[in-house]
């Protein structure tokens, strides 16, 4: 069995890592470190929950301490990460690790206050870990220099560009110099990212440690078809009927997670909400408090919630089916960590049944179907032959089907069939998000007029 020590690490890292009491690296770890020792690039297919934030650390760290620097301190490492939490966490394991040594860091990113990311800067850093607009926007100002930047880490390379930040990286790239070492990650390895991968990695040697079935066969998972207007009943009837003590609610949207919560506190139900739109400080209570057990319930849109890794969570609920099937995999890989079982409960509705046909064919398998709930409504289950995508609503209203309830076999006849939105088949993984956040631009960082108006700032607001 590989153990740290084979991959070449310093005496002071193995100390760090066994303080943190990790034993035995993980996939990413053994596969990574040893050739970014080496001074390799490497493209990593790794989820966060792998160990991969560790898989480039502690090579990074242990190149650092060995090429040390007089003088003042220049960023010598930048991480960049496209949300506030996984930058947070990224931060955090280089404060783990790097203890032992003298090594500057500091996570920067927006909806906080500027001033004491601008200090730390001035006085200097070895390590930077940024979400891109606040990055920019104090290199707009003249706060950061990166000309003397030896590794270049992009994480969660896949959600950057599904945020809009591809600009912004490629921004960020152009200010690099030309000879660094570059790591790339990825949950999943889609072709817009092995082109990006392509265009600023050298030789990188590739890590797969990707779940080639994700984590699925250990959560138990069901589907249940429903109305939207009974989704918030059910939820709450499942919740208290298996008192379930650690779950996450998935919803599409912020604003829509802020009402959840309302509704399920008017049950008695605690619940706090983990979205872009609350500020850092909101957001890092509502995540200790779900962690020490006071708020059972975390109601997340997907992409504040990337990067959480909170331990013991049972239940998974996707009140709304996501627009993107991979988001599917990762909501419900949420739960079943460490070996542990879990259930992912996901609610369907006749606008959302596209989805679900998406999101089976990306799992290969079809989810069972619970109907033994008072809601269940045929009018969601997905058509013979339905394509996966968006489903439009013919008469653009929400008016509720009459007679429609679920012991009536013959589908459709009072029914309004949902009709597939043929526009939204492909587009939809920016487009929908574009819309739900079209809204909520309010809080955004100062730097949105720095952005052109291709909708590369979409999304920013989750960072
Ligand atoms: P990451 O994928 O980097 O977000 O890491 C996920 C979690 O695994 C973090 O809580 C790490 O502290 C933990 N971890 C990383 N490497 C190891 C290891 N070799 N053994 C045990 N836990 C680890």
Redesign the pocket.
């Known amino acids: 069995m590989t153990d740290f020590q084979s991959l070449g690490l310093s005496k002071t890292l193995l100390k760090a890592?066994e303080d943190?009491?990790?034993?035995?690296?993980?996939p990413v770890?053994q596969l990574s470190i040893p050739p970014l020792l080496d001074g390799r690039d490497v493209l990593g297919v790794?989820?966060?929950?792998?160990?991969?934030?560790?898989?480039f650390a502690l090579p990074v760290l242990q190149i650092m301490e060995r090429r040390r620097t007089q003088g003042k301190r220049y960023i010598r490492a930048l991480i960049l990460s496209p949300t506030r939490e996984l930058a947070a966490?990224i931060d955090e394991?280089f404060d783990a690790y790097s203890k032992n040594m003298d090594i500057r860091h500091r996570v920067i990113f927006g909806g906080v206050k500027q001033n004491p990311q601008v200090r730390a800067l001035n006085k200097g850093l070895d390590i930077l870990v940024a979400t891109p607009g606040r990055l920019l926007d104090l290199i707009g100002q003249g706060f950061v220099d990166l000309s003397n930047v030896e590794f270049f880490v992009l994480d969660e390379a896949d959600r950057m560009l599904d945020m809009g930040f591809i600009r912004d990286i490629e921004k960020v790239l152009k200010l690099l110099p030309k000879k660094r070492q570059n790591l790339l990650f990825s949950a999943t390895m889609p072709k817009s990212i092995a082109k990006l991968a392509g265009s600023f990695l050298n030789k990188a040697v590739m890590v797969d440690v990707s779940p080639k079935e994700m984590t699925v066969d250990r959560i138990e998972q069901k589907i249940m078809f429903l109305r939207k207007a009974d989704k918030r009943r059910l939820l709450v009837q499942l919740i208290k009927e298996q008192k379930v003590e650690r779950g996450i609610v998935f919803t599409r949207t912020k604003h829509g997670a802020n009402r959840l919560v309302k509704q399920l506190g008017q049950s008695n139900l605690s619940a706090a909400a983990i979205h872009g739109n609350k500020s850092q400080g909101a957001r890092t209570r509502a995540l200790a408090g779900f962690k020490d057990g006071s708020v059972p319930i975390l109601v997340a849109t997907d992409i504040a919630s990337r990067?959480i890794?909170v331990e013991g969570i049972t239940h998974v609920f996707n009140y709304d089916l996501p627009n993107e099937p991979e988001s599917y995999v990762h909501r419900i890989g949420r739960t079943a960590r460490a070996g542990r079982s879990g259930i992912a409960y996901a609610f369907c509705d006749d606008s959302e049944s596209g989805y679900l046909v998406g999101i089976q064919q990306l799992i290969g398998q079809e989810i069972p179907v619970d109907s033994q709930h008072e809601f269940h409504f045929i009018g969601a289950i997905p058509k013979p032959g339905q394509k996966p995508g968006k489903v439009k609503d013919s008469s653009g209203t929400k008016k509720r089907p009459r007679n429609s309830k679920s012991n009536n076999n013959s589908r459709g006849q009072n029914q309004r069939r949902p009709r597939r939105d043929s526009n939204n088949n492909q587009g939809s993984r920016g487009g929908n998000r574009n819309n739900n956040n079209r809204n909520n631009n309010n809080n955004n960082s100062n730097s949105n007029h720095r952005r052109g108006s291709n909708g590369s700032n979409r999304n920013r607001n989750e960072n």
Do not use: H, L
């Not at 943190?20 to 993980?26: A, D, I, L, S, V």
């Not at 790794?46 to 898989?55: E, L, M, N, P």
């Open positions: 890592v943190e009491g990790y034993t035995t690296p993980t770890q790794a989820q966060t929950g792998t160990g991969k934030t560790a898989a966490q394991r990067g890794d």
